[in-house]
Every structure is written in C-alpha cells, then in structure tokens.
C-alpha cells in the first residue's frame, strides 16, 4: 500500500491523523490531492455542507462554537474548515478561528482545520473543497466552512456549502452597505448576530426589506434569524432553519429525479405505442406479410426488411416536418 | 511534483497564566516569516494542545509559559505527542524558564528554549534549521 493509499484508507475509517494529513496534501501537493480524493469519492455525499459568511467581527467563530455544540447535543458528528487570510506581502499568515473554538478540540466527535487562503480569491482557500470531502468522507454528518471575514465579493462558498448561513452584525457601519450586492443573494438564511445590541431590530428591518425583493420568485424564502452567539440564544433556531434548508433541498432533488422517471416512462409510453401503430397499418398495407415470407425464404434478411417497411415511412416523416 | 509546502506552527499556551504578549510577538514574527501561525488563546490543557496540533497538521510547536509549571505540563505534553504518534513534531519553548530547568526539558524533547529578550530572528533562524523534513 502506498503512503497516498494507506492515508485515504485511514480517512474513510475516520482517523483523525489520517484525516490531517489528507488535508495538508490537498494544501499542498496537486498530483498527490487528486489521488487522494479519487480514493475517497465513492464515499461522499452524506454530509450536510453548511457555509458560514459574512463580515469581519460578526461573530461567525463564535456563533459556530455554539452551532456545533447544538449540532453535538443532537448526536452529530461536525467537521469545521475555518478560513483566514494569507498575507499577500509575506505570504504567512495567522490563523486564529480557533481562539474561540477551545473546549471543541478535545471531543472526538469534532474535527477543526485552520486554512490559510493562500492568495485564493473568493473568501476561501483552493483547498476548502477537497477538505470538505475529506472530512464528508470520514463520515462527518455535518462540515461548516468559515470564509475569512468577507464583504461583498468574497461568494465563492456557494460554489462548497449547500447551505450559505450569511452573518451580519448591528454596529459594523452601514448596516446594508457591506452586505447589499454579493453576499445579499447567496443567503439560503440571515442571521443578525449580537441581536442584543440596541439597533439589531433596525438591522433586521433594513434586510427584510432587501430580502422581501430578493425572495419574491424563490421557492425557498431566505429567512432572518436573530442570534447572540455569545450567550447562544437563537442557536436552536438557527439549527431548525439549517435542517428545513436541508430538507428542502432532499425534496427539490426528489423532484428533479421524479422529473427524470416520468420522462424516462413517457419515453417508453411513446416507443410501445409508435411501434404499435406503425405495425399495425404496416399489416393494413399488406406489404408487411409479403416481406415475411421473402425472410422466410431466406431472399431478404430481417433488418433490410425491416429498414424497406420503415423507409417510406421516415420519408413521409421527413416530408411533413 | 508541484510541493508547495508552507511551515504551520502552532503556539499554543498552557497553563493558568494570562500574558500572551511574548507568544504573540512571536507568532507575529513567525507569520511575518511566511508561515502559517495557528494561535488558540489562553489557557490550554496538554490534552487540547496535543489534539489541536494533530488535527492542524502542525510541524512545530511553539509553547509559552510564564506561570513557572513547565515541570508538570512540558512532559505530559511530550508524553501526549508520543501517545499520538506525533514524533516528527518539533517542538520549542518560550516565556520564564529558569536556567537549571533547561536540560532537564531538553531531555524530555524540547528542542530550543528562548528566554525574554530574545530576538525573533533568533527564533525563525531556528526554526528554519530544525524543522523537520517530512517525506
């Protein structure tokens, strides 16, 4: 077994050095991070993908402590990807999300990867998406991405997340002016954290009414959720949201696949009854049996028949299109 | 094959104390240097910081220690490291270390111990010499 091989092994058995490791080559290496993922991919997909954006000193590393402990009170299993910038000058970078995140890295039911962007535009590293897999492969039940701290270009999370959980703060400055363009349209929920602050009901009303706008032709309607992630209040609420979105999505890709089965059964609907009809007035015109019995008497072979029958026929077809 | 390799170091703090300036400096220092500084805050336990520098993937790790516990945290840290299969980690110290503490501590692992008033460059320097090469 080669190293690659003996690491992606050790993923999809939820080894967190193996998990580690896979992620640093996947930052690392693009030969070996193709390996790896092609080793794990049969394995993906279970997971439910949650991005969590929004603008620097929103709370979005301490509002996700408290997703995740909810998330584990629940019985989940959680991985987070949290992003911070890499300096442009230096090419360092220091990585702090998990400041706020401590008491997480000690249960074995949470896995925690600091990422640098490495100069990748976007508000998330190269990386995130093949860290995400890993940690979906490893059998994580839910995997939260935290971009770096992101204004109004910075959407690329709605390339990874299925769910983009979009995090405003009252008191940042102009309430809608950070967050009107991008971020505004990829929210699937809004959440006001330090909602108690005074001017958190002049927050939400300003999004609402850009979302009312926004939500008019959707079929999922962005919601606005107030949070104090600090003491944790309105997390609850935000995890109902997460799980209706989720479910939301299950049913509009039901819908797609039923979409599919009821084509594939007028398809066939079709073929029997064109082929039957066809054959009948084939029969009608009496030249159907006249070519039986040439078959049987070996002077024509069944598929020339068959195309001499059908060849008046497509003609007629042609014509009159 | 493309490598792009960037050093990780955690700093990590144990113990009760609460200055972090001297990590901070250096964790400052580290990332002016080009690599990726991983800072968890204050008052960490052996067990989280072993866990944070598996889960990080770290080469080094940095400790700062101002409370004067070094004695009883500094091997249950090793210990941990080794445990876990951490050994290709190298790893530093920082803060208040009393002089005939040192190799004692160099005993146990710890590869370089920088009292206050070192310069950063001195530390970078070091640890661009010693960390270790991964194959």
Same mark, same amino acid.
């Given at each position: 077994m080669t190293k690659i091989e003996e690491i992606a092994k050790g993923v999809l058995a939820g080894d967190r050095r193996s998990i580690a490791r896979a992620i640093t080559i996947t930052e690392n290496n693009i030969a070996e991070a193709q390996k790896v993922i092609s080793l794990i991919y049969s394995h993906i997909g279970k997971t439910h993908i949650i991005g969590l954006t929004g603008p620097s000193g929103s709370g979005k590393s301490t509002l996700i402590e408290k997703i995740v402990r909810d998330y584990r009170r629940r019985g989940k299993t959680v991985g987070v990807v949290a992003v911070d910038p890499t300096s442009p000058f230096t090419g360092g970078a220091f990585l702090g999300d998990r400041i706020r995140m401590q008491e997480l890295s000690t249960d074995e039911g949470v896995f925690i990867r600091s990422m640098a962007?490495?100069?990748?535009?976007?508000?998330? !590293?190269? !990386?995130t998406k093949d860290a995400v897999k890993i940690l979906d492969a490893a059998g994580k039940d839910i995997v939260i991405v935290e971009t770096v701290? !992101?204004?109004?270009? /910075?959407? /690329?999370?709605i390339k990874v997340a299925q769910t983009v959980v979009v995090i405003h703060a009252p008191g940042l400055g102009d309430e809608i002016q950070a967050i009107k363009a991008g971020l505004m349209e990829i929210a699937d929920i809004f959440v006001v954290n330090? !909602?108690?602050?005074?001017?958190a009901d002049k927050a939400v009303i300003d999004i609402q009414a850009i979302l009312q706008l926004n939500n008019k032709e959707k079929p999922w309607k962005t919601p606005i959720l107030k949070t104090v992630a600090l003491t944790g209040e309105g997390v609850p609420q935000l995890i109902e949201k997460l799980e209706e979105h989720r479910q939301f999505l299950k049913k509009e890709i039901e819908h797609k696949k039923s979409l599919l089965r009821a084509e594939a059964e007028l398809i066939e609907a079709i073929k029997e009854k064109a082929v039957t009809s066809i054959i009948e007035e084939l029969r009608k015109e009496g030249k159907f049996e006249e070519l039986l019995h040439q078959i049987l008497e070996k002077e024509i072979d069944p598929a020339s028949a068959a195309e001499k029958l059908l060849r008046g026929k497509f003609k007629k077809a042609v014509s009159n299109a | 094959m493309q490598s792009t390799r960037k050093i990780r170091v955690l700093i990590a703090k144990p113990g009760l104390d609460s200055h972090d300036r001297g990590a901070k400096v250096v964790a400052r220092a580290l990332r002016d240097a080009g690599m990726e500084v991983i800072y968890t805050g204050l008052r960490q336990t052996p067990e989280q910081i072993v866990e944070t520098a598996l889960q990080e993937d770290v080469d080094v790790i940095g400790l700062s220690i101002l409370s004067g516990a070094h004695k009883a945290l500094f091997p249950r840290i090793m210990e941990l490291l080794k445990q876990k299969g951490l050994t290709d980690v190298m790893v530093f110290a920082g803060g208040i270390i009393p002089e005939e503490d040192i190799p004692e501590l160099k005993k146990l692992g710890i590869k370089g111990i920088f009292g206050p008033g070192t310069p950063t460059e001195t530390i970078i320097q070091f640890m661009l010499e010693n960390v270790p090469k991964r194959t």
């Open positions: 962007t490495r100069n990748y535009l976007g508000g998330i !590293a190269k !990386a701290g !992101a204004g109004q270009s /910075e959407v /690329e999370i330090k !909602a108690d602050r005074e001017n | -």
